[in-house]
């Protein structure tokens, strides 16, 4: 039997899980899981389920419609490895772990390339047996290279994310514009704090007893795009910024690959610039 990921946001109203269990049980579908969500202040209503059985996607989704509100969305999806580009400049820790955890098979993923502005990790990349590729910016203008960057992207079929494992270049409306909703970034601070360069050293100058990391979707907003997934650690008075620098490696790749598994398992829904994460 097939499995199927059917994912659902629309105006709430009264009845409607009811009203999806009932197409799934007129479809003889098995209820593997379900989760649902209402935000009250805005009247949206969330639902993800597992269904398994024989189905032709196209006439359930047009089924499950006539039962919802007008402008629902409604998203059938068959699991499957998800294909994602790994963008990079020169720390490793981030990428290191994203490239263990997919050799083990812990991610839903196929790793097309890892695209870098540095040829510094290629080394590292070449153990794992991914393409790397080095689009140096040094004497180019951003725009430009960010055109080459796109056109390398645009070269492989069917990109559904592309991760920036410390990419640590401000990307421009263009590039952002031309992957919407597809570029999963990690932030070394627990947002909406220390927004921007060098966080770890703002955190120092503040006098903070926790830091922490956030992975979030990139909009045109620097580090203010719908968050992922987050996750702190304690310090004291005695951490210099830089021990709080290298603690915080460890929470930045944690963070960024729960926020990536979660993507590629269909669990994140965007919207108002915030997230239901089932």
């Not at 196929?110 to 047996?129: C, H, R, T, W």
């Not at 070269?155 to 401000?170: G, N, P």
């Not at 909009?219 to 021990?243: R, T």
């Not at 919207?271 to 994460?277: A, D, F, G, S």
């Amino acid at each position: 039997m097939n499995q199927y990921r059917v994912l659902i946001d629309a105006n709430d109203e009264k009845g409607l899980v009811h009203k999806v269990s009932n197409i799934f049980f007129n479809y003889n579908l098995n209820i593997l899981s379900n989760s649902e969500f209402v935000d009250k202040e805005l009247n949206k209503f969330f639902m993800r389920s597992v269904v398994e059985g024989a189905i032709n996607k196209k006439e359930l989704g047009v089924a499950i419609n006539t039962v919802l509100p007008e402008n629902a969305s409604v998203k059938i999806v068959e699991p499957k490895k998800k294909n994602i580009i790994i963008m990079v400049t020169k720390e490793l820790h981030a990428l290191g772990d994203i490239l263990i955890r997919h050799e083990a098979g812990e991610l839903e993923a196929n790793i097309l390339a890892v695209i870098s502005n540095y040829d510094k990790l290629e080394s590292l990349v070449g153990k794992f047996a991914i393409p790397y590729i080095s689009i140096s910016h040094e004497g180019v203008e951003r725009e430009e290279h960010e055109k080459k960057i796109i056109e390398c992207i645009n070269s492989y079929e069917d990109v559904d994310y592309i991760v920036l494992a410390k990419y640590m270049r401000i990307l421009t409306p263009r590039f952002v514009e031309a992957f919407e909703d597809k570029i999963l970034n990690i932030h070394h601070s627990f947002l909406p704090a220390f927004i921007g360069a060098n966080p770890y050293k703002q955190a120092y100058e503040r006098g903070v007893k926790i830091i922490g990391a956030t992975a979030h979707f990139v909009n045109n907003n620097l580090d203010e795009g719908p968050i992922i997934a987050q996750e702190v650690i304690h310090v004291n008075h005695a951490y210099s910024w830089k021990d709080m620098q290298r603690s915080g490696k460890d929470v930045e790749k944690v963070v960024l690959s729960r926020a990536l598994k979660l993507a590629l398992e269909d669990r994140i829904f965007v919207y108002e610039n915030k997230t239901v994460i089932f």
